[in-house]
């Protein structure tokens, strides 16, 4: 089944965001984030193979390159141009690819938190890949461990609301979570992870380790926003100096007191940010 057109808002004549999500998190708790640009943009989502519902992770590891080369098949595909991207964590450097592939047909990037981690990060994980270890990774043990079955979505809401993971949501941002994020299990009762999390290991396997050199490509090549969490465990302080070293021109910007997931426990304020620095980013 081909990636399907997912509408996240706006005037369907209004100037095109693309909105690529974390891994394991449904485009909708975007939404929040969205409201304040919906009178001038139309967003929209072409979700992962993740969300495709009849794929299957490959058996080989490939690099996140097949998420962009799948974005560019389908803004070919619904022949659209001159789109804004927005990326969060894994979707960031999915949309960097993307632009640094054909940077003609976009007008801004914009990433959220993205994931780029430090080059002893990296390194730990070429060493775990070329061992066959990737399974003592954090990221891979804590998807492991994730429950997969839920009774209802009432109690899957209630669920999540006492994890530290969500503490900060919204109830809105927590609603939108469980709405999209889990599906009714085919056959039998009750839901399921619509993000199974055997893709969500395969993503933290195949996190891509050429990043820093890829970031001085950006240089010049269209505006370029970066959103840090102050908190954030996965772009750091000493990341974020190294990236404006490497690309000067991109506009780094702090929420403070929030973490990797602030486009949903701080929607409004990370909405107010993207709309201010569009407007000035694309008049000039």
């Not at 389908?74 to 991207?85: H, P």
Request: charged share 25%.
């Amino acid at each position: 089944m081909p990636q399907q057109l997912l509408e996240l808002g706006g005037p369907a004549d209004a100037a095109l965001i693309h909105i690529a999500p974390a891994n394991s998190f449904p485009p909708q708790t975007y939404a929040p984030m969205l409201r304040s640009l919906r009178d001038r943009y139309r967003a929209i989502c072409f979700p992962p193979r993740a969300l495709w519902g009849d794929q299957t992770p490959p058996r080989e590891l490939r690099e996140w390159h097949v998420l962009a080369d799948d974005l560019l098949r389908a803004f070919d595909r619904w022949k659209m141009d001159e789109l804004i991207l927005i990326g969060h964590s894994f979707g960031g450097i999915a949309s960097m690819l993307a632009a640094i592939k054909a940077p003609e047909r976009f007008r801004a990037l914009i990433m959220l938190d993205p994931t780029i981690l430090s080059r002893e990060g990296l390194d730990w994980l070429k060493t775990a890949t070329d061992r066959n270890a990737l399974d003592q990774s954090p990221l891979v043990r804590g998807a492991l461990r994730r429950r997969r079955v839920f009774e209802s979505r009432d109690l899957a809401f209630a669920r999540f609301r006492d994890r530290p993971h969500f503490a900060d949501w919204p109830d809105e941002a927590l609603r939108l979570y469980v709405d999209h994020g889990l599906r009714e299990r085919p056959g039998t009762a009750g839901y399921e992870l619509a993000w199974p999390v055997e893709w969500e290991v395969y993503y933290y396997s195949t996190v891509y380790q050429r990043v820093w050199e890829d970031l001085p490509k950006l240089e010049g090549l269209l505006p370029v926003l970066i959103i840090r969490g102050s908190a954030s465990d996965t772009f750091d302080q000493a990341s974020q100096d190294a990236v404006q070293r490497l690309a000067p021109a991109a506009t780094i910007i702090v929420i403070e007191g929030q973490g990797h997931l602030f486009p949903q426990s701080a929607p409004d304020e990370t909405g107010a940010l993207i709309r201010s620095w569009l407007g000035t980013a694309l008049s000039q």
